[in-house]
């Protein structure tokens, strides 16, 4: 089949399919995985929380990714043909994977996303946007996906096989075209492992969420004058509250969706008792709504102007480890109040 780009003036410029191996080198294949994780897998979206992964054994692992349900990802990426021994660097890399517990997952994702203070369980949480009632156990099985743009017999028959007896492979393989304009399209197939999803409840020994009650009683003197605040405005605004197995999120309703506004914390979470905003990150302002990123930057400014904030990776965090005085709580609403403001003021992606 022949594909065609439609220029302005109409006319047809042809895709001519070539080698990406030839002009490419593989990291760019991972830049452009990376980039379109949620495109990857038969079942649903993927998690990215590593890439160029050191093993035990001094290997490398391309990308290693977590699905909705908990699940470690190992993927490994082959610009050309995927030669005879990629299937079994691809099982050795999941064998280390799958020593690996939460803690040690949770570090490899604070190292590829440069925040020592983030929690697997919450990022994961606010990337796939669970339910209140959906708990994850993490990396109780491991899966693979193969990439390449040709996957050979081999592969496919032994990837078809491992399936068969319960390790889940998948093969993808894709095809790459360019015009003499520089365009370019990637297009891809699932060879191996096309069957399809199934629905799961998620399930597993996680810990019970907290209550209002229940969070309220965890913190000190200082954070329940914090906290007394913000969950009084929510009342008043009528901000939706998801309860999370140790804090909670604070949101906007936007036609039945709920952007995040700012995440709450107690003494005993890992991110102490604090407040979190969500300007950039996933389930927040900038990933939710059609917004400028000077229009976030400036909301960014107006936090650290009240002496409450201060950077944490890539949001900014309020710690309550002292008391504030009724103008600091005044100022720390009221900036959530104008961020609310602004949420409501702009359209869902």
Known sequence: MRIFNIKEDGRFEEFSQTHFHADHEESVLE???????????????????????TTNLGSIIDLLGIDREG??????????????????????????????????????????????????????????ELAPDE?????????????????TGEIRQTSSFLRRKGLRVTCLEFSYFQTSGGKHLLSYDIVVGKEPAMTKQISSGALP?????????????????VFSELLDLAAKKSFPIHWGT????????????????????PPSAVYKQSIY?????????????????????????????????????????ALINRKLSNADIQSLTGWLVKVATAIESHQLK
């Open 31 to 53: 830049n452009w995985l990376e980039s379109n994780s949620d495109d990857i897998l038969e079942d649903g979206k993927l998690l990215i929380i590593g890439r160029q992964v």
């Open 71 to 128: 699940n470690t990802v190992v993927l490994e990426l082959k610009r050309d043909r995927t030669p005879r021994d990629t299937l079994a660097q691809s099982l050795e890399y999941a064998s280390y994977v799958e020593e690996l517990n939460t803690d040690q997952l949770e570090q490899i994702l604070r190292r590829y996303v440069g925040d020592e203070v983030l929690t697997l369980a919450s990022y994961h949480r606010n990337y796939f």
């Open 135 to 151: 708990a994850v156990s993490f990396n109780k099985e491991q899966r693979i996906v193969l990439v390449g743009q040709r996957i």
């Open 209 to 225: 969420f907290v209550t209002q009650e229940s969070f309220m009683e965890s913190l000190d003197k200082n954070g329940k004058d």
């Open 246 to 265: 140790k804090g909670f999120s604070l949101n906007v309703d936007k036609n039945g969706a709920h952007v995040a506004l700012c995440y709450g914390y």
């Open 277 to 317: 905003t969500a300007l950039v990150g996933r389930g927040g302002f900038l990933s939710k709504l059609d917004v400028s990123e000077s229009e976030i930057n400036g909301l960014w400014q107006e936090a650290l102007a009240t002496g409450l904030f201060q950077p944490a990776g890539r949001e900014l965090k």
